[in-house]
C-alpha cells in the first residue's frame, strides 16, 4: 500500500497564480483532511472531509478550496496564490474520525513558495 | 481558548541516555491525546493514542503517560537512538468535534 500520497513534492508559485495541490490514499477511509504547517507553528487544519461528496471548513479555510468526488482523492485548490499562503502542507487520512481514536496517516507533505 | 503547549522548545541528549518531553492542554470536552513523531521533511507518523481512561501507553522504547485531571501528559524516551533526532508533536482531540489541536512540537536531537 502506498499510504497517503502527495503531489507535488514542491512547488514555488507567482502572486495570484492558481493551482491544485492533489492528495490520494489507497486505505478505503473515509475521513481526509488538509492542514498546513507554519514554521514554529503547530498544524492548522484548512479543510476536511467525512466522506465521499462531503466537505467542511477547517480553522484557516480562506484561499482554499477541495472536492471530495471519490473515496481515494482530496485535492486543495489554491486560488489567487499570496505570499501568506507559503507553508508545508499536509494531507491526512483516517478510518474514524479524530475524535474518536482513528489514528492518522499523513502524507508527506508539499512544500510551496509564493513569491 | 483550546491549546495545547509543549516544553522544552528544542532538546539535544547524547546517544544512550533517557529524556522525557512535556504536554500541557487545556482543551475540553477531551477525548483523546497523540504523540507524534516528525522527521525532518517528513509528514507526521503516530506513536501513541491515549483515550481519557488510559494513564500509559507504550510503543517500543516511547512510553506516553497521561494525566487528565491536571491536562498534562509526557512522552519519555528509553536508550535514545539517532534516529529518535526528530519534532514530537502532542496533539490532543476534543470530543464532539473533528478538529485535532497540535502543539508546536519538541525538536529533539541526538548526538553521539
Known amino acids: 500500500n502506498a499510504g497517503v500520497t502527495q503531489t507535488p513534492k514542491f512547488r514555488i508559485l507567482k502572486i495570484g497564480q492558481s493551482m491544485t495541490l492533489q492528495c490520494a490514499q489507497d486505505?478505503?477511509?473515509?475521513?481526509m483532511y488538509w492542514y498546513r504547517q507554519d514554521p514554529g507553528m503547530g498544524l492548522k487544519l484548512i479543510y476536511y472531509s467525512v466522506g465521499a461528496g462531503i466537505t467542511d471548513k477547517g480553522e484557516v479555510p480562506n484561499g482554499y478550496n477541495v472536492s471530495r468526488s471519490t473515496t481515494e482523492d482530496f485535492p486543495l485548490r489554491l486560488e489567487l496564490a499570496a505570499p501568506s499562503q507559503t507553508s508545508v502542507y499536509f494531507c491526512?487520512?483516517?478510518?474514524?474520525?479524530?475524535?474518536?481514536?482513528?489514528?492518522?496517516?499523513f502524507g508527506e507533505g508539499s512544500r510551496l513558495t509564493v513569491l | 481558548k483550546n491549546q495545547v503547549e509543549q516544553s522544552p522548545q528544542s532538546l539535544i541528549i547524547l546517544e544512550g541516555k533517557n529524556c522525557t518531553l512535556q504536554?500541557?492542554?487545556?482543551?475540553?470536552?477531551?477525548?483523546?491525546l497523540r504523540w507524534y513523531k516528525q522527521d525532518t521533511g517528513r509528514g507526521p507518523v503516530s506513536l501513541t493514542i491515549m483515550t481519557f481512561s488510559e494513564n500509559t501507553k507504550s510503543n517500543g522504547r516511547y512510553t506516553a503517560t497521561l494525566d487528565a485531571d491536571t491536562k498534562q501528559s509526557s512522552l519519555h524516551i528509553t536508550a535514545s537512538q539517532l534516529s529518535d533526532s526528530a519534532s514530537y508533536i502532542c496533539?490532543?482531540?476534543?470530543?464532539?468535534?473533528?478538529?485535532?489541536?497540535f502543539g508546536t512540537g519538541t525538536r529533539l536531537t541526538v548526538i553521539p
Open positions: 504536554c500541557n492542554y487545556t482543551v475540553s470536552p477531551f477525548s483523546n
Open positions: 491526512a487520512s483516517s478510518y474514524t474520525s479524530g475524535k474518536n481514536t482513528g489514528e492518522l496517516f
Open positions: 496533539v490532543v482531540s476534543p470530543s464532539g468535534a473533528n478538529n485535532l489541536f
Open positions: 486505505m478505503n477511509h473515509n475521513y
